[in-house]
T-cell receptor, first 114, second 114 residues
Framework: DAGVIQSPRHEVTEMGQEVTLRCKPI?????LFWYRQTMMRGLELLIY????????DSGMPEDRFSAKMPNASFSTLKIQPSEPRDSAVYFC????????????FGPGTRLTVL | AQSVTQPDIHITVSEGASLELRCNYS??????LFWYVQSPGQGLQLLLKYFSGDTLVQGIKGFEAEFKRSQSSFNLRKPSVHWSDAAEYFCAVGAGTGANNLFFGTGTRLTVIP
């Protein structure tokens, strides 16, 4: 099993640019989660999907952030326009519905906005 | 609403010493409980989980945790710490029914000294 795959692993961009983070969940998993981790705020849930449908996006900080899951094997998190305060590590995790909430995390994308 | 408290931000132990990391949760029903470990620059890896049954659960890397309903706790233990155990440890709680998102604590950073 390849695990959760995230790309890119590192992203450096300038303020105002669009950033797209990608995630491929574990095959067969029904739920997908996007998290943001910073020193100041710790691990924050941004949004999660179940069967490709967004269930809770209350953690999305503002309209600059959007997430999609066009199919069961792919999701994107987009920031447009990006700001320096968006600098963080963004994690994707997936979970099988039968797994009792056990989530499996990807390696993360370290985003730096200059 | 669910919440998790990890009262120790940072713990330092000597290699070979025993370890206990504290976790208290808030949830009205029987929760799903998890411990994850995060090594520097890595994603979160599941150490162990409790859903029901035996309140002492065994995990990977020699870790165990005990669910104590009366104390709303799920402390993580290891009898003899190895230098490679130095990492950040996160406790998490799931609702058990309905929404399958997790609520994470703020983490405890473990330093192991020779």
């Amino acid at each position: 099993d390849a695990g959760v795959i995230q790309s890119p692993r590192h992203e450096v961009t300038e303020m105002g640019q669009e950033v797209t983070l990608r995630c491929k969940p574990i095959s067969g998993h029904n739920s997908l989660f996007w998290y943001r981790q910073t020193m100041m705020r710790g691990l924050e849930l941004l949004i999660y999907f179940n069967n490709n449908v967004p269930i809770d996006d209350s953690g999305m900080p503002e309209d600059r952030f959007s997430a999609k899951m066009p199919n069961a094997s792919f999701s994107t998190l987009k920031i447009q326009p990006s700001e320096p305060r968006d600098s963080a590590v963004y994690f994707c995790a997936s979970s099988p519905n039968s797994g009792g909430h056990t989530q499996y995390f990807g390696p993360g994308t370290r985003l730096t906005v200059l | 609403a669910q919440s998790v408290t990890q009262p120790d931000i940072h713990i330092t132990v000597s290699e070979g010493a025993s370890l206990e990391l504290r976790c208290n949760y808030s949830y009205g029903a029987t929760p799903y409980l998890f411990w994850y470990v995060q090594s520097p620059g890595q994603g979160l890896q599941l150490l162990l989980k409790y859903f029901s049954g035996d309140t002492l659960v065994q995990g990977i890397k020699g870790f165990e945790a005990e669910f104590k309903r009366s104390q709303s706790s799920f402390n993580l233990r290891k009898p003899s710490v190895h230098w490679s155990d130095a990492a950040e440890y996160f406790c998490a709680v799931g609702a058990g029914t309905g929404a399958n998102n997790l609520f994470f604590g703020t983490g405890t950073r473990l330093t192991v000294i020779p």
